[in-house]
């Protein structure tokens, strides 16, 4: 039996209502909901032994924002273990599979993706748990994760070069300043005496202003 806007014995109605061997409500989200209203739907099905099968509307949200999705990775996607977001386009029948591609880097989020495939509704199945068979797209994802980490890795090895050029640069810079630095610094005369730049950190000799306390305006302006 498949039926539209059933009403259930508990109080509840289901956009699609399928009887058969197992039970089957398959909603359909054309809005924003509330996280407690989906929850509360999503958890009185499971206790009535009906199975919840939850898309999104397509057309509603056809180019959907990072902001978006976050939203209803929290919701929706939490109906499938596999933390993958469906939607559905009724006009041609397309079902699109989403799912976020992480990188982490030093236990933060280093960087987000949103890796998408459309199926036909019509070729969709379900599997031994009578949720939809997802193991092409997986497939799919892993390979495109594979290929979306190694561009990351290699951005971060650069950036990690770069960090360290950086550090040994310093490492040169403060290297010299400890080299011309003397304890009676401070007693020489005003043309010998050297400072750190305010404006560029440099540690010269050559400035256009001595401020005191070992701080100058030097030439870098002019660099």
């Known amino acids: 039996?498949?039926?539209?806007?059933?009403?259930?014995?508990?109080?509840?109605r289901a956009n699609v209502?399928?009887?058969?061997?197992?039970?089957?409500?398959?909603e359909y989200v054309a809005n924003p909901m509330a996280y407690l209203q989906w929850l509360e739907?999503?958890?009185?099905?499971?206790?009535?032994?009906?199975?919840?099968?939850?898309?999104?509307?397509?057309n509603k949200f056809d180019e959907m924002s990072h902001n978006d999705y976050n939203f209803f990775e929290m919701t929706t996607a939490l109906t499938n273990k596999d933390g993958i977001l469906f939607t559905l386009n009724t006009d041609d029948g397309d079902l699109s599979l989403a799912k976020y591609m992480t990188y982490k880097y030093k236990d933060e989020v280093y960087?987000?993706?949103i890796f998408k495939e459309k199926i036909q509704l019509s070729k969709m199945?379900?599997?031994?748990?009578?949720?939809?068979?997802?193991?092409?797209?997986?497939?799919?994802?892993?390979e495109a994760y594979q290929s979306?980490?190694?561009?990351?890795?290699?951005?971060?090895?650069?950036?990690?070069?770069?960090?360290?050029?950086?550090?040994e640069k310093e490492k040169k810079a403060q290297e010299v300043r400890e080299k011309y630095r003397t304890d009676d610094?401070?007693?020489?005369?005003?043309?010998?005496?050297?400072?750190?730049?305010?404006y560029c950190?440099?540690?010269?000799?050559?400035?256009?202003?001595?401020?005191?306390?070992?701080?100058?305006?030097?030439?870098?302006?002019?660099?």
């Open 1 to 12: 039996m498949i039926d539209i806007d059933y009403k259930l014995d508990f109080h509840k």
């Open 185 to 198: 610094n401070t007693s020489r005369s005003i043309d010998e005496k050297w400072g750190t730049c305010k």
């Open 125 to 142: 199945v379900l599997d031994d748990n009578n949720e939809f068979d997802v193991t092409y797209f997986l497939k799919a994802y892993n």
């Open 201 to 223: 950190g440099r540690y010269t000799n050559k400035w256009r202003a001595y401020l005191g306390d070992g701080v100058v305006i030097c030439y870098c302006d002019e660099d």
């Open 111 to 113: 960087k987000r993706k």
């Open 148 to 167: 979306f980490k190694d561009k990351i890795d290699k951005e971060i090895e650069e950036k990690e070069k770069l960090e360290q050029k950086a550090q």
């Open 41 to 58: 739907k999503n958890e009185s099905y499971i206790n009535h032994d009906i199975i919840p099968l939850w898309v999104l509307s397509r």
């Open 17 to 26: 209502y399928v009887k058969g061997r197992t039970r089957l409500a398959i």
